[in-house]
């Protein structure tokens, strides 16, 4: 397993990651708006090439596959934070997790947040950080909860 930066041309592995993990969890969770949001024409239409090369974005590579991505900004915010259902359970989120940490405590970002499901949200538990409140979103047309979460990194 090798965690490295996202480079020009990794969007179609990306796409189709993000297709697949979103349809193989939709019985915990996701509806038919949400997986058609992810599935990877779509993935184009939101100019995810673009938005994996401004922002600070890692990959978690496999036998030359891609089965995990996570980004983060400058603000601490991360973005997108995915590892393929099959590959969940084998330490692949901690090491994407610790290269997002690494880059905020290297850019002197004092906390990092986003906002997770509760399907998400132990892991993120796991890696310390605390639920600052639940919230309900409208996205795709439906409103769905989920809880913003944070880690304070020490200085």
């Known amino acids: 397993m090798e965690i490295r930066l996202y480079k020009k041309g990794d ?46 974005t890692v990959v978690a590579e496999s036998n030359n596959r891609i089965v995990g991505i996570g980004q983060i900004d400058k603000t601490g915010h991360i973005n997108c934070f995915y590892c393929h259902p099959d590959y969940r359970g084998q330490g692949i989120g901690r090491q994407l997790y610790a290269a997002l940490e690494e880059y905020a405590t290297a850019k002197n970002i004092t906390t990092i947040y986003t906002e997770a499901n509760a399907l998400d949200r132990p892991f993120y538990f ?15 047309g439906e409103i769905k909860s989920n809880f913003v979460v944070e880690k304070q990194l020490p200085i």
């Open 126 to 140: 796991k890696m310390g950080f605390s639920t600052v409140q639940k919230q309900r979103v409208l996205l795709n």
């Open 11 to 56: 969007i179609e592995q990306i796409a189709h990651l993000l297709g697949d993990s979103v349809s193989i969890l939709n019985a915990q969770g996701f509806s038919e708006t949400d997986m058609h949001s992810f599935t990877p024409d779509n993935i184009h239409f939101k100019d995810w090439e673009e938005t994996c090369l401004t922002k600070f």
